[in-house]
């Protein structure tokens, strides 16, 4: 099962509620079809959700707010192509980097959530700034393409 994790629910949560508050009285579309997903989750005391079966209204909403996240955890220093099995760039395995344009968005939040978990990737300490700026670009990208507000 390809699954979507409780933390990245709750992530699109924020990004939605950011884009679209509402009115103070209703949520807007997308943020009520991925607040039934988290409220249902946290009814149940579950901590994934199959990305298969979501609502169609919450795949949608899902989807837009990660168009608007980094697709790879790469900052273009792969010690996997110098034979390592773990990178120590991104902290995804060899199969991963080899595999990654076939993942679903699912398999993509898992391994996202499992190296930042570890914490352990040269993103995350060593090369940071070059993630942030990744994140930057990636950010203006999904602007000029209409997918973001511009909030600089």
């Not at 790469?74 to 773990?86: K, P």
């Not at 990654?100 to 978990?117: D, M, Q, Y």
């Not at 352990?120 to 973001?148: D, I, K, M, P, S």
Request: net charge negative; hydrophobic share 40%; glycine share 6%.
């Amino acid at each position: 099962m390809a699954a979507l994790h409780i933390t990245d629910i709750e992530a699109a949560i924020n990004h939605w509620r950011a884009q679209q508050p509402g009115d103070g009285v209703a949520l807007s579309p997308p943020l009520r079809a991925l607040a039934e997903v988290y409220a249902q989750m946290v009814f149940f005391r579950q901590d994934e959700a199959d990305e298969y079966t979501l609502p169609p209204a919450a795949a949608e909403a899902f989807a837009d707010w990660y168009a608007a996240t980094p697709d790879t955890p790469c900052i273009a220093i792969c010690s996997t192509s110098q034979g390592d099995d773990l990178c120590k760039g991104c902290g995804r395995t060899f199969d991963e980097v080899q595999h990654w344009p076939a993942f679903s968005v699912g398999e993509k939040r898992a391994v996202w959530r499992r190296i930042s978990l570890e914490g352990t990737a040269w993103r995350f300490n060593r090369y940071a700034e070059r993630a942030a700026e990744h994140r930057a670009q990636v950010r203006t990208a999904a602007f000029a393409q209409g997918r973001l507000p511009f909030s600089g």
